[in-house]
């Protein structure tokens, strides 16, 4: 929804600021706006397979290990990353410690750096404005991360906008200080935000370009040294950005980027010792992280996110649209996707299901408007599916079924955007609530219905979710929305007729609460939270009281 709104109004304001870049950037550039560019990505395919490099201590290395990473459309070799194994992580290691804890910089070190970082953005942001550039990373995303073009190109737009939104002085704007008098003259206390030094981002595969690029560009902002990991099947949009940002000016040797697997990247993890790391997946390995590292993390972990339909019915075209969205846009596979749909039973009796359906049956793999599911198997998400239409009153809506006449590899899954409604009875028995709240990460959603008198039912299956990241009351009820919003926890929640559970824009905190340990993106809110820490320094320089004498001992 916000996404394709944005298109053209991304391609518009970029082509009326094509002329300001005579000034901001050499002449080689104006004739090559893609000089950082080692790839081309519509040329990537398994006749020109593209490599993906690790930096390190300022240097593009290689690996002694290449991982080969299929084309998610037609299973054809069609990127080689070099991955580092367990015996080349001592140059990581090594890089990591040499940052010291109190950082690249913080309010009393090198305090320029923080003017350095606000011209870096000032010029990514431009960059990702020019069209020729925008398109380049649009394409690349539908490469590794398939989805339609104008969801693509909502993520640079994201993208850029964060970037706009840190330009000039505000980054040093997000160390602002504060100062709270003393007991006596010459003490003040001063508080100030302070970074970790070493730190770790670790960033997953369905928003290749959004996620891991403002979640590092937050750690470098407040003064952290930190080493990158993004799913290995989507790391070359950020090895591509990357060389952007270093076009733009970020000292080569300010970040450090690795392809491993999981088991590699765990073990630097320990041996290296970050200060915090930023973790962004599923919440099985979030769990792992934070007793490996001592709970020195912070998560955006898996959501199972649920929409409210409250009692009064509006624009039924537009709410199934957004449900439609919510649920299949990027086939399902955001952490904000809409999971479980409660309709109020007045919703029943107009055309919701039936609009939902129709929209859904839209969706065609030719336009990307559904596609290849990374990480859930076709068999996977039908056999999901079997067992929940094996609770009783169970029923399936629409879809259940795999996409027919494509290539896409049988790692990867494949099915049609489906509903099934389970009864809210049913989904409350402990037989079956965890089944019925598994989070399926791909084109897949529950569909219940309650009564005025069964909100309670609605609001016990809320708190009984262990995972709290967006949420969606959909009502213009203010009385109905205070009950909903009172006895609800989720760190992003969407209120009114117009609410959605998925967007993530870089004007709102997006994040996960209930949770001492989630992490937010986007905001100065968001940076400040999980990429720094809070210091005191209490000034007490006098003067001492004259005729002062020592008093007796207490």
């Not at 925008?134 to 989805?147: E, N, T």
């Not at 928003?207 to 470098?220: D, H, S, V, Y």
């Not at 765990?266 to 790391?277: C, D, F, G, Q, Y």
């Amino acid at each position: 929804m916000y996404r394709i709104a944005v298109y053209r109004q991304l391609k518009n304001k970029a082509s009326c600021n094509d002329l300001n870049w005579i000034s901001l950037f050499s002449s080689a550039r104006s004739n090559h706006t893609l000089s950082f560019a080692t790839v081309k990505a519509e040329e990537v395919s398994g006749s020109q397979p593209a490599e993906v490099h690790n930096l390190v201590q300022g240097k593009w290395t290689s690996s002694s290990n290449w991982n080969t990473i299929l084309d998610p459309l037609n299973g054809q070799p069609f990127i080689k990353v070099a991955e580092v194994n367990e015996s080349e992580l001592q140059s990581f290691v090594e890089s990591l410690s040499k940052c010291p804890k109190h950082g690249l910089h913080n309010p009393f070190k090198a305090p320029e750096r923080y003017l350095m970082l606000g011209d870096v953005s000032t010029k990514a942001a431009h960059a990702l404005g020019l069209p020729e550039v925008s398109d380049f990373f649009a394409k690349l995303i539908q490469r590794v991360s398939p989805k339609s073009y104008q969801q693509a190109l909502g993520e640079v737009f994201v993208t850029q906008k964060f970037l706009e939104n840190f330009c000039g002085d505000q980054v040093r704007f997000l160390a602002r200080s504060f100062a709270v008098p003393g007991n006596h003259l010459g003490q003040q206390s001063y508080g100030f935000r302070w970074p970790y030094g070493p730190v770790a981002v670790i960033a997953p595969f369905n928003f290749p370009l959004e996620i891991p690029l403002l979640q590092l560009m937050g750690a470098l902002y407040m003064g952290n040294k930190p080493v990158l990991k993004v799913d290995s099947k989507v790391c070359i949009v950020m090895e591509q950005m990357l060389r952007l940002l270093h076009d733009c000016g970020l000292p080569v040797d300010d970040v450090d980027f690795i392809n491993s697997d999981g088991k590699t990247m765990n073990k630097l993890l320990v041996e290296a010792k970050p200060r915090m790391t930023l973790f962004t997946g599923s919440s099985r390995v979030a769990e792992k992280l934070a007793d490996d590292l001592s709970g020195r993390v912070k998560l955006e972990d898996a959501g199972f996110d649920w929409k409210i339909l409250g009692p009064d019915v509006n624009e039924v075209d537009y709410t199934a649209w957004v449900c439609d969205q919510d649920a299949y846009a990027c086939s399902g596979q955001k952490c904000s996707a809409q999971s479980i749909l409660f309709m109020h039973e007045n919703w029943r009796k107009t055309a919701l299901l039936d609009k939902m359906k129709e929209l859904a049956a839209r969706r065609k793999l030719d336009d990307l408007t559904v596609g290849p599911v990374l990480t859930v198997t076709t068999e996977a998400m039908l056999d999901h599916a079997k067992k929940l239409l094996q609770i009783p009153g169970s029923k399936l809506l629409f879809g259940g079924e795999a996409l027919q006449n494509h290539s896409i590899p049988e790692i990867y899954g494949a099915i049609k955007p489906t509903a099934i409604f389970v009864p809210l009875e049913e989904i409350l028995k402990d037989e079956h609530y965890h089944l019925v709240t598994k989070e399926i990460f791909g084109p897949f959603q529950v569909v219940t219905e309650y009564k005025d008198n069964q909100l309670p039912l609605v609001l016990n299956a809320l708190e009984k979710m262990h995972a709290h990241l967006t949420a969606a009351v959909v009502s213009n009820d203010i009385l109905f929305l205070q009950k909903v919003i009172g006895n609800s926890v989720n760190g992003t929640t969407y209120a009114g007729l117009r609410a959605r559970t998925t967007g993530a824009p870089q004007n709102h905190w997006f994040g996960p609460a209930g949770d001492p340990r989630g992490a937010g993106i986007g905001t100065p809110e968001a940076i400040k939270l999980v990429w720094s820490c809070h210091r005191e320094v209490i000034y007490d320089v006098g003067p001492v009281p004259q005729q002062w004498e020592v008093p007796a001992s207490t």
